[in-house]
């Protein structure tokens, strides 16, 4: 069976699909590109059989070439974050166990070590994409796995979140007809490529719609502005504190500075944000520069999108709006019945969308559903007046920050292997920026005077650069409960009212 993404882009070869840093191209050569990316990792073979392959490539022509590439030889893709350090890429590499890394130019020293020290092939681009013969590419059933995301939980490090190629389907057919995309469209991506925001909602989005995705290298709110005001882009998607960042340098630009870009704004037919909460006086000062109502939505990695308000119609304010079409979402109580009308409860989500499996990991897998296949958010929400709200996370251990969830216990793990750490804790501070702040407040021995930045620096080095908490504060002792445990509330309080380092 051939996969419909492949069959539709086979049906509209001339029509620009990709424009990149690296010029722009149509379905057509990217059905070739893949072709022989796929070709190349199959060396022989019929099908590479849901054989796990990691690439680190920048957002642009090479990652979705190396991306569909993958997909058609059979493979499971597995993207790794470019902002990585090699410990966090080192980490993916031991879970995922590919049988081989793919990696640019740009970023092959960061892989190559610890690709090395695992006996892992390492294929490059360009040479991987370079035009070659096509062999026969392998049919393949929707039930197939398509992508393995990286996902932070509350306990233990980061696990795979599996996609098949069917729920990708259904994610992208749901968006499709909810947002109203169509061939004509043309949105910006420069989200990361590892999250399901920036590879479902908008990368394979527009692909699947025959639309063009311009992607640009890097996020910075001038060269967003200034490509929003050619006036050409029909849709734009991202987290709140990209559009924080925008307003911050429309407040910063001159009068017909402004002008120019909030008419470019003005001129998509739909902005969305999600990701995370989206602050309302953000909301209203959006509409106010540039008369775009945003539209909030709702998702997750283990089920892409769930809620959103509605493409016409009212976007509440505050609010995440209906469940998509052909999903299932319901909230239910600590023992897992569903809530009366308007109460408070927890979010299950049931469909097609739904992830299959957490990578090697049966047993969380099997505790992350409830009774007839709802899967459990974690997430808490109220329906008020026939929209959602989200009212948090059930675990205070789980921070969004920037749009980037992260588990506080991860971060503690790595200070508290610090010499002199004695322990610590990390909470998420709420920040008009980030959402949550990630602060940590550290206890260590008497006798060994802590360096913050030493510290800082060795954290840096072991994690994700926006795991690596923006204050570390010392103190004498954790604030803890009768039961023991660190009351994290009171942690919060203490960045609010102690200097920070
Ligand atoms: C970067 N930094 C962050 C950060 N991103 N710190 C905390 N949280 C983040 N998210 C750090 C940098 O390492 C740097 O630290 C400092 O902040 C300033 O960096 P910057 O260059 O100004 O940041 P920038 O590169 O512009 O990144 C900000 C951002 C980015 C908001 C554009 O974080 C981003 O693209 N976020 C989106 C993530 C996303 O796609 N999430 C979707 C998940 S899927 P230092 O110390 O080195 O100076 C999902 C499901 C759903 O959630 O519903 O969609
Ligand atoms: P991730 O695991 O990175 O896919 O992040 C998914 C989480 O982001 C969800 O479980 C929510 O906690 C949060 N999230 C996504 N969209 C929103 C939103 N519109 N409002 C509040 N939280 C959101």
Known sequence: MK??????????????AIVAPEGAFN????????????????????????????????????????????????????????????????YVLDDASPEAVVAHPDLIDRVSGVAAERQLPVLQ???????????????????????????????????????????????????SDAWGWSEHDHILLHLPLHHVHGITNILTSALWNGATCEILSRFNAVDVWERLSRGDCTLYMAVP??????????????????????????????????????????????????GQRLLERYGMTEIGMALSNPLNGERRA???????PGIDVRLVDEAGRPVAAGAEGEIQVRGPTVFSTYWRREQETQDAFAEEDWFNTGDQAVVEDGAYRILGRASVDILKTGGEKIS????????????????????????????????????????????????????????????????????????????????????VELFDLRDVD
């Not at 996969?3 to 620009?16: M, N, Q």
């Not at 893949?34 to 090479?62: M, Q």
């Not at 929707?142 to 509350?154: E, N, P, Q, V, W």
């Open 3 to 16: 996969l419909p993404l492949f069959e539709r882009a086979a049906g509209i070869r001339e029509r620009t």
């Open 27 to 90: 379905f057509g050569e990217l059905l070739d590109a893949s072709g022989w990316v796929a070709t190349r990792l199959l060396a022989g073979r019929d099908d590479l059989d849901s054989e796990r392959i990691c690439y680190l490539v920048p957002p642009g022509w090479h990652h979705v070439a190396v991306q569909w590439g993958i997909w058609r030889s059979g493979g499971l893709a597995v993207p790794l974050a470019t902002s990585h350090p090699a410990a966090e890429l080192a």
């Open 125 to 175: 681009t360009p040479a991987l994409l370079a035009e070659g013969p096509t062999g026969v590419l392998p049919d393949l059933a929707a039930d197939r796995s398509a992508m393995m995301l990286y996902t932070s939980g509350t306990t233990g490090r980061p696990k795979g979140v599996v996609v098949t190629h069917g729920n990708l389907q259904a994610q992208v057919s749901s968006l």
């Open 241 to 290: 504190t990209v559009y924080r960042r925008l307003l911050e340098a429309w407040q910063r630009a001159d009068p017909a500075t402004r002008e120019a870009w909030s008419a470019g704004a003005l001129a998509c037919r739909l902005m969305v944000s999600g990701s995370a909460a989206l602050p309302v006086p953000t909301l209203e000062r959006w509409q106010e520069i540039t």
């Open 318 to 324: 505050g609010h995440v709006g209906q469940p998509l």
């Open 408 to 491: 506080a216990l991860e971060i503690e793990d790595v200070l508290r292997s610090y010499t002199g750490v004695v322990d610590c804790a990390v909470v998420g501070v709420p920040d008009a920026d980030w959402g949550d702040r990630v602060c940590a407040a550290v206890v260590c021995e008497a006798s060994h005077p802590l360096d913050v930045d030493a510290l800082r620096g060795f954290a840096r080095e072991r994690l994700a650069p926006y795991k690596v908490p923006k204050q570390i504060i010392l103190v004498d002792a954790l604030p803890r409960n009768a039961m023991g445990k660190v009351t994290k509330p009171t942690v």
